[in-house]
């Protein structure tokens, strides 16, 4: 079955730029996400790729899509203190996304 | 985005009671909802998915008779949770998609005492 994986814990400095990466199995997939999890809450849409682009970039935030590893990244420029949260990668073939196990960030002074 | 609204955002209840989460699709119509668990430093574990107007798909290992889904209408789905146990106690998420994307409700703590 589909398998999404994704590292649990990231630690950066505030003003660093963070990368978070993710890696699946399903070669059909057709769009990857990226939602991000505040404590207590639901999960935000924050950007997605169609899996024929490999690069798309949004305000601070750049996808970067390697289809042939099957790897896919987002970057955060200059993370602050309200970029802490659960960052979640997901890919969807059908309309069901299937989700990795989140990345905590963690941004410190 | 569109807006998925989820109530309560958290409840508690006894053991053995049953609880009812709404999920409320705002601004669109939303033809089929999901419904999520999300365990500790876990991923979201789908557990349904309902169609407005028919019985809900449930994923392998989940109790269609104790996690009772009604999709009564294109903004609306519900969750009961049905004599409720503390192994229940979790973070419930509901999903709702639109013709293009899936949106998510905010979540609903859930503890069973």
């Known amino acids: 079955g589909e398998d999404v994986e994704q590292s649990l814990f990231l630690s950066v400095r505030e003003g660093d730029s963070s990368v978070i990466n993710c890696t699946y199995t399903d070669s059909s997939s057709t769009y990857l996400y990226w939602y991000k999890q505040e404590p207590g809450a639901g999960l935000q849409l924050l950007t997605y790729i169609f899996s024929n682009m490999d690069m798309k970039q949004d305000q601070r935030l750049t996808v970067l899509l390697n289809k042939k590893d099957k790897h896919l990244s987002l970057r955060i420029a200059d993370t602050q203190t309200g970029d802490s949260a659960i960052y979640f990668c997901a890919e969807k073939t059908g309309y069901i996304p299937t989700f990795g196990r989140g990345t905590s960030l963690i941004v410190h002074p | 985005g569109a807006v998925v609204s989820q109530h309560p955002s958290w409840v508690i209840c006894k053991s053995g009671t049953s609880v009812k989460i709404e999920c409320r699709s705002l601004?669109?119509?939303?033809?089929?909802m999901f419904w999520y668990r999300q365990f500790p430093k876990q991923s979201l574990m789908l557990m349904a998915t309902?169609?407005?107007?028919?019985?809900?798909?449930?994923e392998q290992g989940v109790e269609k008779d104790k996690f009772l889904i009604n999709h009564a209408s294109l903004t609306l789905s519900t969750l009961t949770v049905t004599s409720a146990h503390p192994e229940d106690s979790s973070f419930y998420i509901c999903s709702a998609r639109d013709p293009g994307e899936a949106f998510f409700g905010q979540g609903t703590r859930l503890t069973v005492v």
């Open positions: 601004d669109f119509q939303a033809t089929t």
């Open positions: 309902s169609n407005e107007g028919s019985k809900a798909t449930y």
